[in-house]
């Protein structure tokens, strides 16, 4: 498999964890960005298919999410721990980032046009 | 100059021709369908944008008022062109002999180039030399069928024509190949690069040399491969392994042809098929930052 794929599926795998722990939270609403996070799985599922994930290029994109999807697992934490308002602040800024991410991944993914006509 | 219309310019192909003839002065007219991204032409003093359907003659008979060359890319291509013959026959054939009667009410001196295709040539694997532009017509499949079929309306048109059987185009950008590359592992192949396509088709225009003559349009010797050798060279560079390919079971189209009249016809072949490379290679750099 691809380091692209490799990639992708620990994306995924942080992605549910996240929305494991968005469920079993007390005292925050984050059901708009539980929402975005798993509409952002599903399509981040349909790109498994995609040339793209083949590519070396898939590397630096996918590496992008990745990391984003770990600094809120990182924060997810760090709110169950304390509770503050700073770092639910955190959290839902790593949420916005990883939504961003996904969505520039998505958009590369896309490969428009054919090289050969 | 030139009053030249093409036709299919809103497609990649045709939006860099109409941007290099302008360049050199010479009025243009566009027609394509409506709907299509001619946000690179529009506003340009000097191009004129018409959409439409070129099955219906009054809106041809207005865009070809005052050409004198018409270049005709607009085609339905496959796969779109495999699904179904009667709207293959309409865009494609019947297209362009609106378009030829359109032209010839007119102006009975004008330059039609045409845009056909190698696939005229139909399952040629066998062969062992290069193709030339006298070699039987061999059509195989409703595009290549339909390209010989147009081709006879605009060889017996009465117009001054040029007609280029134009092979596989590559353009050097990151994207996605074919799912199933149209040709045999281990069949000849011999693409061009579209820059350069672009070139032969420009190099039309104004040039009487060319007139009432029918030409191969390839890459050249460098372009001359085995289907697994491009396609290695390209997944290499995108660092996809080779096996993940997938090639046709039966003879594509494809072949190497004799390009020596049409270079020296329209001296076109100007990117090398390690040009190409590099110039992928660069956009894949960028990409990765």
Known sequence: MSQGLDNLDAILENSHRIAQAIEGLEGASLSDELQALQESAEQLEGLRDKFFMKTVAAVPATKGCLTGSEKVLKAMETFKDDQGEESLMTLKRGLKDLSENVGELLEKAQMAGTTLT | ?289
């Open chain 2, 1 to 289: 100059m030139s009053y030249v219309l093409i036709t299919g310019g809103g497609g990649s192909l045709g939006t860099k021709l109409a941007l290099m003839l302008r360049e050199e002065g010479h009025p243009i007219k566009i027609f394509d369908l409506p709907g299509l991204d001619y946000s690179s032409l529009e506003d340009k003093p000097g191009i004129e944008i018409f959409t439409g359907n070129i099955a219906h003659m009054d809106t041809l008979r207005e865009v070809v008022s005052d050409v004198d060359t018409v270049i005709h890319l607009a085609a339905l291509l496959p796969p779109v062109a495999e699904e179904d013959w009667r709207r293959t026959e309409s865009v494609n054939v019947v297209g362009t002999e609106n378009l030829l009667k359109a032209v010839r009410e007119q102006k009975g001196e004008a330059h039609f180039v045409f845009s056909s295709s190698v696939a005229v040539y139909g399952d040629t694997i066998d062969e062992k030399e290069p193709l030339s532009a006298d070699h039987a017509l061999g059509p195989n499949d409703f595009y290549s069928k339909s390209k010989v079929l147009a081709e006879k309306l605009v060889m017996e048109s009465g117009l001054f024509y040029t007609v280029l059987r134009i092979s596989g185009i590559a353009i050097p950008a990151f994207l996605e190949p074919p799912a199933v590359w149209p040709f045999k592992r281990d069949q000849r192949m011999e693409f061009i690069s579209r820059d350069d396509v672009v070139t032969a088709l420009f190099n039309c225009v104004g040039n009487k040399a060319v007139r009432d003559k029918v030409f191969n349009i390839a890459g050249g010797a460098t372009w001359q491969r085995m289907g697994y050798e491009y396609v290695t060279a390209l997944f290499d560079l995108m660092g996809v392994p080779a096996e993940e390919a997938v090639y046709l079971e039966v003879p594509g189209w494809f072949h190497w042809y004799q390009t020596d009249d049409s270079q020296a016809a329209l001296t076109y072949q100007n990117t090398t098929f390690q040009d190409f490379l590099n110039r992928l290679a660069k956009a894949i750099q960028e990409l990765l930052g």
